[in-house]
């Protein structure tokens, strides 16, 4: 199986009418599009029988392997009962269960739950709540946000403004809130000899100075807990986030969570702030939410938010934000069975063992001659490609070797979807050791592909 998958009817069907996400279509001249007919556990079928490991969880949104049989059934059966109800007026027992386990599972102090639809309308919806309650607070002066470098929170024009990868924010700039970006603690800018720990206190010293100058006009600091994915599944300390906290509360600022992609588990914790010992104002949740099977997010805040918007209708204090299928009952009843597995099987402790036998795997490539980089936060791992391994400089971009990757992944059954040059593994959680092994290995042969010439 060393060729790529040829195109099908339906591909050709799709080219003809289809526009897809994060892609230059013309691509597809040379790369192949996939057409994929069922999926199962960490494996996904083509209508041509091929079968692709997803080491990507599709995007970071699955958990429990494609098709998973128990959260199927939970499906049918609500779709059977209660499809859809408008949720302003009205309610129902998933959305109500789903809240109280959220609550339950996440750090002390998040109390109240609004749900939207999707990872960027989370974020629209923490960033517009946070101005909000500052404004029924008489302080209408905050009205921006402090983002990290190297950020990602999104594609619609709030969750954009506040990240800080190029490759998504640069043509739309002109369109953007403009905030104020404090440097990242990513643990690979270190200085020589510099821990991870003394990085997270130097970047929270620069914070501090942002914070003395831009307090008084901001509104939130927004980070991903941990792990910077989308800008290249960056890791740092999780001393940064203590630090952040306490600086929001010196400050009078809100911390802003973004757990869409480390939440549930893929960090070693539940939440990846529970590395930390901290509980953010606003906390947002989606991806691994529905264990991969239907769009939804939440967003956790504290008592203390919540009632700041409860007052006579006349005061105007109101939080507005609404779409057609918030709290949806089918993707609640889902979130339900995701969070119900974490409870009946022991899914922190065997993604232990699985992400421990991912990094002796991944050990191989730390001497490898264009790898600067080999890092990992619980069941995320990324190898860094780089064309000088001591001075750390990239390839040039416009060679695509992450790409060679991706594509020698295709036709050794495994799907890599590398970030530039960077290669990671996101796996779901019932992928075995000995598909772990089948992964590095693709990926190792992809990357001696990618390097040579
Ligand atoms: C994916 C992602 C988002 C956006 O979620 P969508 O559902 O794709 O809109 C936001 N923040 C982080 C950290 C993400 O990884």
Not at 44 to 51: E, H, K
Not at 138 to 152: D, P, V
Request: glycine share 8%.
């Amino acid at each position: 199986m060393n060729t790529l998958p040829a195109a099908d009817a339906l591909v050709r069907r799709d080219l003809s009418r289809l526009w897809h996400p994060c892609t230059q279509m013309h691509d597809h001249q040379t790369v192949p599009m996939v057409p994929i007919a069922r999926g199962e556990g960490a494996w996904l079928v083509g209508t041509d029988g091929r079968r692709y490991l997803d080491g990507i969880s599709s995007w970071w949104t699955n958990l429990f392997g494609h098709a998973n049989p128990r959260i199927a059934a939970a499906l049918a059966e609500q779709a059977r009962t209660l499809e859809h109800v408008i949720f302003a007026g009205f309610t129902h027992e998933p959305a109500v269960a789903l809240a109280e386990e959220l609550v339950r599972v996440t750090p002390p102090g998040l109390e109240r739950v609004f749900y939207a639809d999707n990872g960027s309308a989370a974020i629209e919806v923490a960033l517009k709540m946070s101005f909000h309650y500052w404004l029924n607070q008489g302080h209408g002066e905050k009205t921006r946000f402090i983002a990290l470098t190297g950020s990602y929170h999104g594609e619609t024009l709030g969750a954009l403004s506040v990240s800080d990868v190029a490759l998504y924010r640069k043509t739309y700039a002109p369109l953007l809130l403009t905030p104020i970006l404090a440097p990242s603690p990513d643990a690979y800018e270190a200085e020589p000899g510099e821990s991870a720990a003394a990085v997270a206190q130097r970047r929270l010293g620069q914070l501090r100075v942002l914070l003395e100058r831009h307090a008084h006009e901001v509104c939130a600091v927004i980070v991903e807990p941990l792990v910077q994915c989308a800008g290249g599944m960056r890791m740092y300390h999780p001393d940064y986030l203590a630090g952040l906290r306490a600086l929001c509360d010196e400050f009078a600022v809100h911390f802003i969570a973004d757990e869409i992609a480390v939440g549930f588990g893929r960090t070693g914790t539940l939440f990846a702030c529970e590395q930390a010992g901290v509980s953010p104002d606003f906390m947002c949740l989606s991806k691994g939410l529905t264990g991969g099977f239907l769009p939804l997010s939440a967003v956790l805040t504290t008592t203390q938010v919540y009632d700041a918007f409860y007052a006579e209708y006349s005061a105007g204090k109101a939080f507005l934000h609404s779409h057609s299928y918030t709290g949806n009952p089918l993707a609640c009843r889902v979130a339900l069975e995701t969070l119900a597995i974490f409870r009946d099987e022991p899914v922190l402790e065997r993604n232990r063992e699985l992400a421990a036998h991912l990094a002796r795997r991944l050990d191989a490539l730390r001497d490898h001659p264009h790898v600067a980089d080999v890092r990992q936060t619980g069941m995320i791992a990324a190898v860094e490609l780089v064309a000088d391994k001591h001075r750390r400089t990239p390839f040039p971009a416009s060679d695509r070797r992450g790409l060679r990757v991706y594509l020698h992944g295709l036709t050794q059954g495994a799907l890599l979807r590398p970030l530039g040059d960077v290669i990671y593994f996101m796996p779901p959680y019932v992928i075995t050791t000995q598909e772990i092994d089948r992964l590095v290995d693709t990926a190792i042969e992809g990357i001696g592909r990618a390097i040579a010439g």
